[in-house]
């Protein structure tokens, strides 16, 4: 057999991988699709949520055609203390109406939808195949192995590394290190099966709307929070905690799991859930200053292998998808040009440069050190916020202004004034730009 | 024999991945569709066996599977691992087949084909019935091998010779081609397929077959050409703990003494 | 391809197939036709036994006592050995002429290759591994056997109804020896070239020194609790005394501890006996998935909480290091002998 080249070869079938390939394939390249997962989405995990953007870019009618769980239209936040909670949330009905703004899916199912479609405008998609090593012809890379011996080898003009976090590939290249524990959270979940009828009745939804939660104050300081998703006929349950502080507080992920699940506001959320998967993946935390370089000679990097994620708003899919579409367009002036030197791949950095993923993580830049910094983020204000809101709300014969002193009381013993400032000016700087 | 070399067609099926496997209210079948499936291991164990006799003696190695369009899947990695060429029985009027019924559609295919060994997984992980090597032999009139634990040809003499299990050891038998042998754990180690190989599976033929292509009556075929159905399916009663016992190591080794002669697994020396 | 058989009144008849190897009787069809005694009864019809071999008559008075009405006898020279071939050609011979309406066949390795073969001969519906039996309004049988978490109702609509079982599913009669059951002789014609599938010789197979789990009647499981592979001896002295094999789940396969072919669960093996006893082992689901259908759980962890717990008909929560020795101790002294084993020696007692 002679030796076979495609165009692009293409690592990674999660939503930036799949992006490139589809792009690139509608574009008339050669593309091959690597996925090591026995399909694509077997072994990929998320929170829960995507946005309409930048999808809709390439898929117009998604909404109709993805596999959706249900359309978000309400967005809970809990500020939780051992046995209370401070909750707000944020309905708009005009999210249950086209063109809708966030939805929740499965990624076994959404991934393998999205990897279809790239099939289908002619990438040639691989599955069950690990990528262990890059080829290299001189300090060009020229191909991909998945094990020993040629009959592992492949060929390809362009690789774009969508390996996800800790990418191997960008390692590899020399254009990153491995994460290290402070750059990176570790995220469990849980799917809980339920009755969709209980879902919509407990979480006061109508069919095919869902909510989000975000929870805080439930990782022992540690930076990092839980999140519920409904989906049709359950519900997804998680936590994403900074591995650093992880690993310092020797607490085992699935136990931390098991305690929110406990909590006594979450417990009667999830009653009757009956559990049907477990799995844990890691996040990039880094932020903008944790982005490496993202090309060389013959290679891209995209979506979580850059590190483009943004984890308070639990951002990631859509940044990936957007960075795979740059380099995609990048990939294809390439071909244009015969050209696959750095030269030519720059302009995936360029395009990307003027893009949201990039404006955004520039604009919160400074966040993953701040909140790294911070346990009383995670802790200590959650306490002080339900010690606050009890005092105010109960009632027991002591007057307001008692209250009050004890309040001040407490909050100088926990913080202190000159800190909590300091926090509220950092807190201004970061959502005010 | 034919001039190409040996013909060998594996019987494939696929198979769901999860032991959680979901039910049809209506028509109390499986639900196939959309859940993780994966090769039936005795299957991926008979297309191993069926390439390495290949390389061994030249020829083609096809494997068929007949299921919901899905099952491609389960073909294509029999390709990628290396056999050349694969055939997906499917269609409407095949939902809800029995063995028999599986049996008939296979055979109703296969005996248009040429052949001069078919394999056969000993059972598949989701109907467990290993029914369907015994039925399609006989449909097809040939020797049958079952649990083959090492296999051989004699392409001179056209005999398959195998070391099969059997009550309290190992048989050794001899058979004409073509015959039928079904595999069992220990025959083989599959081989992974490699990158090449997952590349160009994606090149090969696969047919589609539909009940039409099969030919014959449509009421041979599906539920209605199955002699036995699914009446009724219910949750089993589910079982609580009759006793957890929490103390002394002593009274608990009575305790388990007592369960172990109440349910009369040992008898008592008194 | 033989007619299929829908004219329900003229098929009676509740035939059991019982095999022998060697002149023994396997204990499946005697097990068989204490489950076919119920149906019988219940529909009035005749419980038979079909008994194929060469001088193998010895064995009727055992098929009267265990529950038969009649024993179709077929003795041939090339019925010695079992071949599929030739007893798919005797049987399908004596269906057709004798037309029953039930067929059991044993779940032994020969008859699991025989019974679809025949069934297919007949043309007629075949149901695998039932755990019980009954009749409907209509007066089919119905088949019942587990399906996947469920348990389902198998009718089947052709004659013969065929059905096959594992051993120590249903229970054997208590065997009565005043009981005669009527002898039919059979002639059928049988010649050598009638057997395609030709046995050249037999090599006994290595034992594997840890049991096979698949047909196991007693498995002794044992987890990470267990600690070290030396402790393994504890567990093997357990199982020699039960006439148990020995289980494991996953993380001792990783440690290297057991072999992969001793593993339960999802990437492991599904087993059913009618007891397993856990030792030391989580009971992660991953795990009960390939033996929670076991008739008897008994479970023994130090953790209270372990999930185990939830599936396990007995529990012991307790230190398998201090239980097991006085287990052992204990089944040493008083008990006499298993009773498993007990069945065993005593029908081939009776049948020699
Ligand atoms: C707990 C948690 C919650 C999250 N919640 C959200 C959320 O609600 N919304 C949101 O938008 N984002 C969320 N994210 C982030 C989001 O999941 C990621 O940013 C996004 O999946 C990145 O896409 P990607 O294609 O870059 O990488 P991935 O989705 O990780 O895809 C990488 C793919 O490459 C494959 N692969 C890896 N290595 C190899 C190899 N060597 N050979 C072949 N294939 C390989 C993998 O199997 C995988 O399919 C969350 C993440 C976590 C962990
Ligand atoms: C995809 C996948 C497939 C898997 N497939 C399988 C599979 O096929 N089979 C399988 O078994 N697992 C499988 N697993 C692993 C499974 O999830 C569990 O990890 C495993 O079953 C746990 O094994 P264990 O009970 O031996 O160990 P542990 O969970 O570590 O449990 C050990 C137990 O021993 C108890 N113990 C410790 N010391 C003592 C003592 N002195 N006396 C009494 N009790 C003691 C402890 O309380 C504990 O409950 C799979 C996992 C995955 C993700
Ligand atoms: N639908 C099917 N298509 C092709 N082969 C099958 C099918 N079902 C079963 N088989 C074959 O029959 C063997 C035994 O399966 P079963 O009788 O389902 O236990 C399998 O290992 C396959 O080789």
Known sequence: MQKEKFDAIVVGAGPAGTTSALIMAKAGLSVALLERGDYPGAKNMYGGAIYRWPLELIVPDFAEKAPIERRIVDHRFMILSKSSGFNFSFKNLSFAQPPYNAFTTLRAKFDLWYAKLAEEAGALLATSVSVTDLIWDGKKIVGVRAGKGSENELYGNIVIAADGANSKLAIQAGLRHPLRPEEVALGVKEILELDRKIIESRFNLGENEGVAIQALGVTHGMMGGGFIYTNKNSLSIGLVVLLEHLIKSKIRPYDLLDEFKRHPLIEPLIEGGEPKEYSAHLVPESGYYGIPKLYTDGLMVVGDAASLTSSIYQEGVNMAIESGIYAAKAAIKAKELGDYSSNTLSYYEKLLKSSYVMKELYQLKDLPKIFRDNPRLFSIYPDLINYVMKELFSMDGELRRVKSKKIIKMIRQRVGFSKLLLDLIKARKIFSY | MSKAGLKIIVCIKQVPAVQDIKIDPITHTLIRESMPSMLNPWDEIGVEEGIRLREKYGGEVTVITMGPMQAKEAILRCLAMGADRGIIISDKALAGSDTIATAYALYMQIKKMEYDLIICGKISTDSETGHIGPHLAELLNIPQICYVKKVDLDIEKRRIIAHKEADGGIEIVEAPLPALMTTTIGLNEPRLPTLKGIISSKRKEVKVVTAKDLGGSLSNYGLRGSPTFVDEVFEPPSRKPEMIFQGDPKEAVEKIVQVLLNKKLISSRS | ?352
């Open chain 3, 1 to 352: 391809m033989l007619e299929r058989s829908e004219e329900i009144p003229n098929h009676k008849g509740i035939w059991v197939f019982t095999e022998q190897i060697d002149g023994k009787l396997k204990n499946v069809g005697l097990e068989l036709l204490g489950a076919g005694r119920k149906i019988a009864d219940k529909l009035g019809e005749e419980l038979v036994a079909v008994l194929l071999g060469h001088d193998v008559n010895g064995l009727v008075k055992d098929l009267g006592a265990y529950g038969a009405d009649k024993v179709i006898l077929v003795e041939h020279e090339l019925l010695k050995q079992f071949t599929v071939d030739a007893y798919t050609k005797v049987l399908a011979e004596l269906s057709i002429k004798h037309k029953p309406s039930v067929f059991f066949i044993g779940g032994t390795l020969n008859g699991r290759e025989l019974a679809p073969r025949l069934a297919a001969r007949l043309n007629t519906g075949i149901t695998s591994d039932c755990v019980d039996f009954d009749i409907n309004s209509d007066g089919h049988l119905i088949h019942v056997k587990p399906f996947g978490k469920l348990m389902a109702k198998i009718i089947c609509k052709t004659r013969p109804q065929m059905a096959t079982a594992k051993p120590n599913v249903f229970k054997k009669l208590e065997p009565n020896w005043d009981r005669r059951a009527k002898i039919v002789r059979e002639e059928v014609k049988i010649n050598p070239e009638d057997i395609r599938t030709k046995i050249l010789g037999r090599v006994e197979a290595n034992k594997n020194p840890y049991g096979s789990i698949e047909d196991a009647d007693v498995i002794v499981a044992v987890g990470k609790g267990l600690c070290s592979k030396e402790n393994l001896k504890l567990i093997q002295e357990l199982a020699d005394l039960l006439g148990a094999s020995v289980a494991c789940t996953r993380p001792t396969v990783d440690r290297g501890w057991l072999p992969s072919s001793q593993q339960v669960g999802q990437s492991g093996k599904t087993v059913s006996p009618k007891l397993y006893i856990a030792i030391g082992i989580s009971g992660a689901m991953y795990h009960t998935v390939g033996m929670k259908n076991s008739d008897i759980i008994i479970a023994i962890n130090k953790d209270p909480k372990a999930p185990i717990f939830q599936i396990a008909t007995y529990g012991v929560v307790g230190d398998l290091f201090k239980i097991l020795p006085l287990l052992i101790d204990r089944l040493k002294k008083e008990v006499k002998e298993v009773k498993l084993r007990i069945t065993a020696k005593d029908t081939q007692k009776r049948i020699n």
